[in-house]
């Protein structure tokens, strides 16, 4: 639920403001575990032609959100990534000091 406003350039630094505090206060292994789980879970956007499209049903988040709030939604993937990434090594850095 907190991957669409980590990647919104928004709410990104505000997000980025409360995944510090879980980073600082959380369990490292549990953090760590729902950043990779995040990291897997974001959707790059391809290029492609009309004929190469292959829809397996299944809507994004992004999609999910758009849908409930009547508002399209820009999400930066990047911003999502850099996010988790950065989450991580916090998490992990902390792990190991302790």
Not at 14 to 24: P, Q, R
Not at 47 to 53: G, I, K, Q, R
Not at 71 to 83: C, M, R, S
């Amino acid at each position: 639920m907190f991957l669409p406003f980590l990647g919104q350039k928004t709410t990104n630094e505000d997000a980025g403001k409360v995944l510090d505090i879980l980073v600082t206060k959380g369990n490292s292994k549990e953090i760590f575990l729902k950043c990779v789980e995040g990291l897997k879970s974001i959707v790059w956007e391809r290029t492609y032609d009309d004929d190469d499209a292959d829809d397996d049903g299944e809507a994004t988040m992004t999609e999910t959100l758009d849908k409930i709030t009547g508002a399209e939604v820009k999400v930066d993937t990047i911003l999502q990534t850099v996010g988790l990434y950065r989450a991580v090594k916090q998490g992990i850095n902390s792990a190991i000091s302790c």
